[in-house]
C-alpha cells in the first residue's frame, strides 16, 4: 500500500465549479500536512498547510481527519488557471521536514 | 531574489555511465533536499542535508546514488553505472530551517534535472 493516495483523475469541471479532492495516508504518526500545487513540466509549490480544525484560503479549503487518516481539498468558483496537478503531502514525526508525496490528482478546468 | 536552481536542465546518458547533477540551494537556506519523480508517480525523498550534521540517506535507492553538499551550499547528486529504471526528474529544494516546527519549514523546488538513460 503506498504511504499517500489519491484519485489521479483526472477532474474535468467547468468554470466556476466546486471540485473536491481527496488523499488518505497510512502512517497514523504524520504529523503535518500539505497541498502542492505542480504545473506541467514545473516543480511543486505549496499550496496551503492542513491544519487539525480545517482551514482555508480564499477559494481553497483544507480539511483534516486524523482518525480516518484522510485529508481534503475543496476548491471553489474554480479557474482556468487552476488547471494543475494537486500533490497531498505528509511530513512524518521525527523532527525535521521529511515529506512524503501522493501521486497527485490531476484538476483540468475548461471553459 | 533567486530560487533555487539546477543544472543541468536536461541530461540524457548511456547506460552504464556515470552522472553528476547540480543544485544551488537559495542563500542562506540550512537544509537541502534531494527528490526524484518518476512518470505518473509522486515524488520521492532521496537525501536531506541539515547544516553540519550527517546527511539522512535513508531515500537513497542504492549505493550508486550518492550525494555531497559543499561548504553548506551547493548540492551534488551522483548516479554511477546509470540504468534505465533511473530515469526521472531529479528535484532539488531547500529551506530556511530543517525543522518542522520553526518558522521558515517550507521548501522551495528547484526546476528539476530531467535524466534519460538510454
Known amino acids: 500500500r503506498k504511504e499517500v493516495e489519491q484519485d489521479p483523475g483526472p477532474f474535468n469541471v467547468p468554470e466556476g465549479a466546486t471540485v473536491a479532492f481527496n488523499c488518505t495516508y497510512s502512517n497514523s504518526a504524520s504529523q503535518s500536512f500539505f497541498w502542492y500545487r505542480q504545473d506541467c513540466r514545473k516543480e511543486p509549490k505549496l499550496l496551503m498547510s492542513?491544519?487539525?480544525s480545517g482551514n482555508e484560503d480564499g477559494r481553497f479549503t483544507a480539511q483534516l481527519n486524523r482518525a480516518s487518516q484522510y485529508i481534503s481539498l475543496l476548491i471553489r468558483d474554480s479557474k482556468l488557471s487552476d488547471s494543475a496537478t494537486y500533490l497531498c503531502?505528509?511530513?512524518?514525526?521525527?523532527?525535521?521536514?521529511?515529506?512524503?508525496f501522493g501521486a497527485g490528482t490531476r484538476l483540468a478546468v475548461h471553459p | 531574489g533567486a530560487g533555487v536552481s539546477q543544472s543541468p536542465s536536461n541530461k540524457v546518458t548511456e547506460k552504464g555511465k556515470d552522472v553528476e547533477l547540480r543544485c544551488d540551494p537559495i542563500?542562506?537556506?540550512?537544509?537541502l533536499y534531494w527528490y526524484r519523480q518518476s512518470l505518473g508517480q509522486g515524488l520521492e525523498f532521496l537525501i536531506y542535508f541539515q547544516g553540519n550534521s550527517a546527511p539522512d540517506k535513508s531515500g537513497l535507492p542504492s549505493d550508486r546514488f550518492s550525494a555531497e553538499r559543499t561548504g553548506g551550499s551547493v548540492s551534488t547528486l551522483t548516479i554511477q553505472r546509470t540504468q534505465q529504471e533511473d530515469s526521472a526528474v531529479y528535484l532539488c529544494?531547500?529551506?530556511?530551517?530543517?525543522?518542522?516546527?520553526?518558522?521558515?519549514?517550507?521548501?522551495?523546488f528547484g526546476p528539476g534535472t530531467r535524466l534519460t538513460v538510454t
Open positions: 542563500s542562506g537556506h540550512t537544509a
Open positions: 503531502v505528509v511530513s512524518l514525526s521525527g523532527g525535521y521536514n521529511k515529506l512524503i
Open positions: 529544494a531547500s529551506s530556511l530551517v530543517g525543522a518542522m516546527r520553526l518558522a521558515g519549514y517550507e521548501q522551495y
Open positions: 492542513v491544519y487539525s
